[in-house]
């Protein structure tokens, strides 16, 4: 093993560390009761499951504006939710100890992996802050806090990015995990199938299919029973997220919501076409060439972080990893031999 992989992989042990004691020494996350709260309803879904009833199905009782806690992720978690019920962790405090523990790994392993990408480019000091950056950030200490489970899709969206250039199959296929856990990356797919057709040597149509098709999979295996059981209540359920009232925990209104104000009839699908527009100039900056993977990924993140009308603090998460990622778009390549 060579000197240098040596020191990668005791940073890599020494991020891990950092990690560990912060979140378990100093912060206690532990010590955080979270019931009630986002990750706790994940829980219930998982319970709903096993007692048979469709988590999807509330939403027909509502009127698509008013929050009632519904189910409005794709379900690859709800299953995991109901499989460690299954297995024993049925009781809610007994649950979510057995999740911290995971979203703590998660949680190092998104610092690993920044790490790791800047050192191969011999950005070692810029590897250090950007791991430490993500570590010890306000959004990223909220959401450890919290226990939401946004670590997990963030995990597999980083790994996709990074996958991309050289394993475009699996980078398509990590999407479509991170997808499946939580879709608040959605938005990036039109990238992904400009970055599959650009890519492509030989057929870009036939390579764009394939590469829509590995992006749907997981998310589409994961809902086909619930689709089945009633397609109504999964479609509208998925699509609440865009069709509810304006809300978050931060006090500063959206673009839309503010034209809701004199306009009522502004709401819905037609109160998201700022947002689109705004992101359809990122879109084809990368279809030009302008701008590169991380810092498309980057900019659409934030004009969803900036233009939605509902935003909450775990948002904020999805983009601090992206910032130093795109910074090393731009910096001089120092590739390491």
């Known amino acids: 093993m060579s000197q240098r992989k040596s020191l990668v992989i005791i940073c890599l042990i020494l991020i891990a560390v950092v990690g560990v004691v912060i979140n378990v020494k100093l912060l206690q996350v532990w010590n955080y009761n979270t019931e009630g709260h986002d990750i706790y309803y994940s829980w219930v879904e998982g319970k709903r499951i096993l007692s048979g009833e469709n988590p999807y199905a509330r939403v027909l009782s509502g009127n698509m504006r008013?929050?009632?806690?519904?189910?409005?992720?794709?379900?690859?978690?709800?299953?995991?939710?109901?499989?460690?019920?299954?297995?024993?962790?049925?009781?809610?405090?007994?649950?979510?100890?057995?999740?911290?523990?995971?979203?703590?790994?998660?949680?190092?392993?998104?610092?690993?992996?920044?790490?790791?990408?800047?050192?191969?480019?011999?950005?070692?000091?810029?590897?250090?802050?950007?791991?430490?950056?993500?570590?010890?950030?306000?959004?990223?200490?909220?959401?450890?806090?919290?226990?939401?489970?946004?670590?997990?899709?963030?995990?597999?969206?980083?790994?996709?990015?990074?996958?991309?250039?050289?394993?475009?199959?699996?980078?398509?296929?990590?999407?479509?995990?991170?997808?499946?856990?939580?879709?608040?990356?959605?938005?990036?797919?039109?990238?992904?199938?400009?970055?599959?057709?650009?890519?492509?040597?030989?057929?870009?149509?036939?390579?764009?299919?394939?590469?829509?098709l590995l992006i749907l999979v997981?998310?589409?295996?994961?809902?086909?029973?619930?689709?089945?059981?009633?397609?109504?209540?999964?479609?509208?359920?998925?699509?609440?997220?865009?069709?509810?009232?304006?809300?978050?925990?931060?006090?500063?209104?959206?673009?839309?919501?503010?034209?809701?104000?004199?306009n009522p009839d502004f709401v819905g699908i037609k109160a998201k076409l700022p947002m689109l527009l705004v992101m359809s100039l990122v879109f084809l900056s990368a279809m030009k060439q302008q701008i590169g993977i991380y810092t498309s990924a980057l900019l659409t993140m934030s004009v969803f972080i900036e233009f939605n009308s509902v935003i909450f603090n775990q948002y904020f998460c999805w983009v601090v990893p992206l910032l130093p990622l795109a910074s090393c778009e731009i910096l001089p390549k120092k590739d390491a031999k």
């Open 218 to 262: 997981i998310p589409g295996i994961t809902s086909l029973p619930f689709i089945l059981w009633n397609a109504e209540g999964f479609f509208k359920s998925i699509l609440f997220s865009a069709t509810r009232n304006p809300d978050g925990h931060v006090n500063a209104p959206s673009l839309d919501g503010l034209i809701t104000l004199s």
């Open 66 to 212: 008013e929050n009632q806690k519904y189910a409005t992720y794709f379900p690859l978690f709800y299953w995991l939710s109901a499989l460690t019920q299954l297995l024993g962790f049925q009781d809610y405090s007994h649950w979510i100890s057995l999740w911290r523990p995971i979203f703590l790994m998660v949680n190092i392993g998104i610092a690993g992996l920044i790490f790791y990408h800047l050192s191969n480019h011999n950005l070692f000091i810029f590897a250090w802050f950007a791991a430490l950056f993500w570590l010890l950030n306000r959004w990223t200490i909220y959401v450890s806090i919290d226990a939401n489970l946004d670590f997990l899709a963030i995990f597999f969206l980083i790994l996709s990015l990074m996958l991309l250039p050289k394993h475009k199959l699996t980078a398509f296929l990590m999407f479509s995990l991170s997808l499946g856990i939580k879709q608040i990356a959605i938005f990036l797919l039109p990238l992904y199938l400009i970055w599959a057709w650009e890519s492509s040597e030989d057929n870009p149509v036939k390579d764009t299919f394939i590469a829509l």
